[in-house]
C-alpha cells in the first residue's frame, strides 16, 4: 500500500538557520498539507496546497515558513530562521482530494529540534 | 475557526471490555469527522471517519457517531485489545477549508 514520505527522520538546528524538510506524498494525490506536533500536544494544521499554490494556512504559518512542490514528487516545508519554539514533529499528509471528500494520509514526520 | 474539544485526556479500561472518546466541535459548517490513531513515535493513522449525512459508521470493533445538533462526535472501541493502546485524535474539518482541527488526544490504556 502507497505511503507518504518524509526526510529526515530526525533534524537538529540551530536557532536562526534555514531548514527544509521533505515529504513524497502519495502518487496520485492532489492535494498537500503541513502539520506540527509540539511534544505531548495536539496536531496543528499549518497549511494546505493544490495545483501549485497554497489553498489555506493557519495563523502559524507565519512569513518564516513557506512551502514548495519543486518537481513533480516532492513537496517541501522551508523554514527560514528557525526558533526555539519550531522544536516539533512535522508531519506532511496527501489526500487525494480535498477535505472532505477525501482521507488525509500522514507521513511518519520528521523530528526538528532547534538548539 | 473550528475548535475541537476531546475527552478524557486518559482512559484506562480491563482488556476485553469497551472504550468511548468524546468530542465536541463548535463550527456547524463542519461535515467531516475523522479520527487517528498514534502509536509512540509514529505516524498518526486513520481508522474511521464520518461524514455529516450519517449518524453512525461502524467498521468491525471500531464505531462512530455524530449528533449534529448537538455538535459532538464519539468514538467506540469494543473487546479491546492490548494493540489498542495508543494515543487516539479526533478531528474536524472546518466547513469550506482543507485543515483538519485536531483535539487534545485521548491516552487509551488497555489493561491487560
Known amino acids: 500500500e502507497p505511503e507518504v514520505t518524509q526526510t529526515p527522520s530526525h533534524q537538529v538546528t540551530q536557532m536562526g538557520q534555514e531548514v527544509i524538510l521533505r515529504c513524497v506524498p502519495i502518487?496520485?494525490?492532489?492535494?498537500f498539507y503541513w502539520y506540527r506536533q509540539i511534544l505531548g500536544q495536539k496536531v496543528e494544521f499549518l497549511v494546505s496546497?493544490?495545483?501549485?499554490?497554497?489553498?489555506?494556512k493557519s495563523e502559524i504559518f507565519d512569513d518564516q515558513f513557506s512551502v514548495e512542490r519543486p518537481d513533480g514528487s516532492n513537496f517541501t516545508l522551508k523554514i527560514r530562521s528557525t526558533k526555539l519554539e519550531d522544536s516539533a514533529m512535522y508531519f506532511c499528509a496527501s489526500s487525494v482530494l480535498g477535505t472532505p471528500t477525501a482521507e488525509q494520509y500522514f507521513g511518519p514526520g520528521t523530528r526538528l529540534t532547534v538548539t | 475557526g473550528e475548535n475541537v474539544e476531546q475527552h478524557p485526556s486518559t482512559l484506562s479500561v480491563q482488556e476485553g471490555d469497551s472504550a468511548v472518546i468524546k468530542c465536541t466541535y463548535s463550527?456547524?459548517?463542519?461535515?467531516?469527522f475523522p479520527w487517528y490513531k498514534q502509536e509512540l513515535g509514529k505516524r498518526p493513522q486513520l481508522i474511521i471517519d464520518?461524514?455529516?449525512?450519517?449518524g453512525e459508521k461502524k467498521d468491525q470493533r471500531i464505531a462512530v457517531t455524530l449528533n449534529k445538533t448537538a455538535k459532538h462526535f464519539s468514538l467506540h472501541i469494543t473487546e479491546t485489545q492490548p494493540e489498542d493502546s495508543a494515543v487516539y485524535f479526533c478531528a474536524a474539518e472546518g466547513g469550506g477549508a482543507d485543515g483538519l482541527t485536531f483535539g487534545k488526544g485521548t491516552h487509551l490504556i488497555i489493561q491487560p
Open positions: 463550527d456547524s459548517a463542519s461535515n467531516y
Open positions: 496546497f493544490y495545483n501549485n499554490e497554497i489553498s489555506e
Open positions: 502518487s496520485n494525490h492532489l492535494y
Open positions: 464520518i461524514r455529516s449525512n450519517v
